[in-house]
């Protein structure tokens, strides 16, 4: 299964492109719009490339008002990434989308360009999974000590999958000023860089929970894809790779295929955890 | 209103016919293919070989069988761009964003520096309308000779001690020289830039302020019909 990386892909600007995919994964919704950081906000580094768009998005009301009727409208399915400042907030986006017709709901409790509750993932999920009775999945930073406990932590809580990983904060300075190139200094960084660490993370995180896990870092090919299912992945997502090619979709799909089949797998979900070595440490629960 | 683009993503590999010099700036020229060259002021997402994201760039020239690209090579992917050379093949997605509009009854054209790129392709269309046209230096402004009925000024004059008033004006330029002419031109369209990464609205990367809110520029330009 193919996604796109929440705020990677805009399928009211895009169909064709979101219709490409197995599943659409929206922007993050907050409680209360939000404009974004100040331009200048991507900037191209010598391996991935960093942004810092600060969750921009028409907040909750104007999203179940206008952006969702289009969405489905579209017959793509949709999981809705929410993120907020504190539990309650998460509880309270999750209850207001739990009787819409969205595959699942995805929580972004690891965006690098606003202050981050990292900390607090098992009380984010549980006061989610309270709220809901949708599939709830756990987007998760790499950028932490112990992927495998967050990953336990969000499981205890009650995440019914994880999808990992986030972009993790990086820095780049014009190279004449010695300025930062981005209005708001820091941003989140993404590409290739980032696919080493989403397969340590997604190598991690099955061992921990096993867990449905949804793979994101990096890809840009079907073999990426199959890597990041062979690490303990159930589905991949596209992200920087789409800003370049938005007929990604269709390719990886096709090379995963290929990839698999060269590698005398009969299907590209028969590589499930084959990085392990074995069987999965606890029963796979649900496969996205 | 301005030529939308809401759907229908084209892309193609595009073999280069070839690379000229134009002063400081580069004329590259592909082959066609099958896209379209749209309205002026539209762009299309150039793929730099080892890079990677594309960059935007406005079409310059339009015939039956290329699209030229007037192309400042300033940095990694602008310089990436105008190294190629014939027998090499470059990925092309657009025509992209909202151009300008053309139905307009005394129009002039305003350009500073590499905002003069998409001028040629709109003179053409605009039956060759009176340019103002300004450089940094009078090597730069060799890429005047790309556009008919140009008058040049070079620094310290600017576009805006040249243009005349009374007319319909269509500027691309840097953004002081874009809010100069606004002041004078209220109703000018104006093509603006920002840094992209995808360039159809999935990176949300190019926002600019416009009516006091963060848009897309991608999406709602790159040309605006007011101040940004």
């Known amino acids: 299964m193919i996604l796109n990386a929440s705020g990677c ?12 995919l197995d599943t659409f994964v929206t922007k993050t919704v907050t409680p209360l719009p939000r404009e974004g950081n100040e331009p200048v906000r991507i900037a191209e580094t010598d391996l991935g490339m960093l942004n810092s768009i600060g969750l921009a998005n028409p907040g909750i009301d104007r999203f179940l008002g206008d952006t969702l009727p289009r969405l489905l409208d579209l017959g793509v399915s949709v999981w809705v990434s929410v993120g907020g400042f504190a539990a309650q907030e998460y509880a309270e986006l999750c209850a207001r989308l739990d009787d819409q017709p969205v595959a699942a709901l995805e929580l972004n409790v690891s965006c690098p360009n606003v202050s981050s509750p990292e900390d607090e993932v098992e009380e984010i999920v549980a006061a989610a999974r309270a709220a809901t009775t949708k599939t709830l999945y756990a987007k998760l930073s790499p950028a932490v000590p112990d992927v495998g406990s967050a990953a336990a932590a969000a499981a205890r809580a009650g995440a019914d999958g994880l999808t990992l990983v986030n972009t993790i904060r990086g820095l780049v300075l014009d190279e004449r000023t010695l300025a930062p190139k981005l209005g708001s200094g820091v941003g989140g960084l993404s590409g290739p860089v980032l696919r080493p660490v989403a397969l340590a993370a997604v190598f991690a995180a099955y061992r921990a929970t096993g867990l449905p896990i949804v793979g994101v870092g990096g890809v840009e090919t079907g073999a990426h894809g199959l890597e990041l299912i062979a690490a303990g992945a159930s589905a991949f997502a596209l992200g920087t790779v789409l800003f370049a090619d938005p007929e990604a979709p269709v390719r990886v799909r096709e090379e995963l295929e290929r990839e698999a089949s060269a590698r005398g797998f009969a299907t590209p979900l028969a590589a499930y955890a084959a990085a392990h070595g074995g069987p999965p440490p606890t029963p796979l629960r649900r496969v996205a | 209103m301005p030529f939308h683009s809401r759907s229908g993503l084209r892309r193609e590999l595009l073999d280069v016919v ?158 002081p020289m874009l809010r100069a002419v606004a002041a004078l031109a209220p109703d000018a369209q104006l093509a603006w830039e920002a840094p992209m990464a995808c360039g159809y609205g999935a990176c949300y990367g190019c926002a600019v302020e416009i009516d006091g809110k963060l848009e897309r520029l991608c999406v709602e330009g790159p040309v605006l019909e007011h101040a940004a």
Do not use: W
């Not at chain 1, 892909?9 to 490409?20: I, K, M, R």
């Not at chain 2, 050379?85 to 002039?108: H, M």
């Open chain 2, 18 to 175: 070839k690379v000229e010099e134009v002063g400081p700036y580069r004329l590259l020229r592909l082959k066609r293919g099958r896209l379209e060259s749209g309205i002026p002021g539209q762009f299309f997402m150039l793929a730099p070989p080892g890079r990677l994201l594309p960059r935007p760039m406005s079409l310059c020239l339009a015939t039956r069988t290329e699209l030229g690209f007037l192309i400042d090579p300033i940095g990694p992917g602008t310089n990436a761009l105008t190294g190629v050379a014939r027998g090499e093949r470059l990925q092309a997605l657009g025509p992209l964003g909202n151009g300008f509009r053309l139905d307009v009854d005394r129009p002039l054209l305003v350009g500073g520096g590499i905002g003069v790129a998409p001028f040629p392709y709109l003179a053409e269309r605009l039956a060759r309308p009176p340019a103002v046209l300004g450089f940094r230096s009078q090597a730069h402004a060799e890429a005047a000779a790309l556009v008919p009925n140009a008058e040049v000024v070079v620094e310290p004059r600017l576009v805006t001690e040249a243009m005349p008033l009374g007319h319909d004006v269509l500027a691309c330029g840097p953004e």
């Open chain 1, 9 to 20: 892909l805009d399928a009211l600007t895009a169909p064709e492109v979101a219709q490409s």
